[in-house]
């Protein structure tokens, strides 16, 4: 079926300190893996993406990684600032759709 | 901002009665697709509209349709609402219609309460 695991569910991190948040997807025809953010009350924004053509993929604090055999992605932060702090999700294309993980709420704390 | 504007913000409804949300797409983008993110979760996939045709449905009854205009602008209609729909709805428009993995950019979500 098609399915996207995420994991943790939650995160607290000091300020300063990495984040990690990983997901594993079902269906190896998928192709396409955008992380979104979503603050309280606001609209999911993509903050990176990553095509199955590339192993890894970095912009400034944040990077991707994708690992196809064993169908896992996972995304990073370094140096944490408190307006991190919101809800992620990671997401797998099939054909013409996303299929979201269930969320990772990222707590920093200064 | 991402361009992508929906309509009304908030809504509160009854069962059994009838809703229409609204979305404008991106400009340049002809592609819309819609989500339904129930609280605590990610947003699941209802359907897509590429020049004015449903492109791809998820797991979504009848009851929830949908339309495009020229214009790409694109309404979602849910008909005999049950509690159970109360979520936030996503609109997220693209260049085209999903191949290689297109970049989805969400407008900021109606709010529906079925009461």
């Known amino acids: 079926g098609e399915n996207v695991e995420q994991h943790p569910s939650t995160l607290s991190v000091q300020e300063g300190d990495s984040a990690v948040i990983k997901c594993t997807y079902s269906d190896s025809a998928s192709n396409y893996f955008p992380w979104y953010k979503q603050e309280l009350g606001k609209r999911p924004q993509l903050i990176i993406d990553i095509r199955s053509n590339v192993g890894e993929k970095k912009d400034q604090r944040i990077a991707v990684t994708l690992n196809k055999t064993a169908k896992h992605f996972s995304l990073h932060i370094t140096e944490t600032q408190p307006e991190d702090s919101a809800v992620y999700f990671c997401?797998?294309?099939?054909?013409?759709?996303?299929?979201f993980g269930a969320g990772t709420r990222l707590a920093v704390h200064p | 901002e991402t361009g992508v504007t929906q309509s009304p913000t908030h809504l509160i409804k009854t069962r059994g009665q009838q809703v229409t949300l609204r979305c404008s797409s991106q400009s340049g983008h002809n592609t819309v697709s819609w989500y339904q993110q129930a609280l605590g979760q990610g947003p699941q996939f209802i359907f897509q509209?590429?020049?004015?045709?449903?492109?791809g449905r998820g797991n979504f009854p009848p009851r929830f349709s949908g339309l495009q205009f020229p214009n790409y602008s694109s309404e979602l209609n849910v008909n005999a609402l049950e509690l159970d729909d109360s979520a936030l709805y996503l609109c997220?428009?693209?260049?085209?219609?999903?191949?290689?993995?297109?970049?989805?950019?969400f407008g900021s979500g109606t709010q529906l309460s079925v009461l």
């Open positions: 509209y590429y020049r004015e045709e449903e492109n």
């Open positions: 997401a797998a294309s099939i054909k013409n759709k996303l299929i």
């Open positions: 997220a428009s693209s260049k085209s219609a999903g191949g290689l993995g297109e970049k989805l950019f």
